[in-house]
């Protein structure tokens, strides 16, 4: 499956912000989707996941009640709607796939073996 990552920009504090994820060559709706995130200078970082097998979703706690992760398997696409955003969520972002990571390593970037190519969010303070 190819993932492309989309959405991203330069928003300022307060704001929000919806990226998306749009597969092909795979049927979407097997996989967990998992948003990452890399500040420059840092290692990627989990943000989210929307759990394939309960349709759970996972957020790290930066990010909970404030960040909601979708899915329209029509559309084959995995959204990130990101609101109240802080210039500590500056980061390029990363949407992940697998068919077969299981709810304990959602988080660990190894676990996914499908990548978009990352979309830069910017937020100013």
């Known amino acids: 499956v190819q993932l492309q990552a989309s959405g991203g920009g330069l928003v300022q504090a307060g704001g929000f912000l919806r990226l998306s994820c749009a597969a092909s060559?795979?049927?979407?709706?097997?996989?967990?989707v998992s948003w990452f995130r890399q500040a420059p200078g840092k290692d990627r970082r989990f943000v989210a996941t929307?759990?394939?097998?309960?349709?759970?979703?996972i957020y790290t706690d930066s990010v909970k009640g404030r960040f909601t992760v979708s899915r329209d398997n029509a559309k084959n696409t995995v959204y990130l709607q990101m609101n109240s955003l802080t210039p500590e969520d500056t980061a390029v972002y990363y949407c992940a796939a697998s068919s077969s990571v299981i709810r304990s390593n959602v988080a660990c970037p190894d676990a996914y073996a499908y990548w978009g190519q990352g979309t830069q969010v910017t937020v100013s303070s």
């Open positions: 929307l759990y394939m097998r309960d349709r759970s979703t």
């Open positions: 060559g795979g049927t979407f709706g097997r996989y967990t």
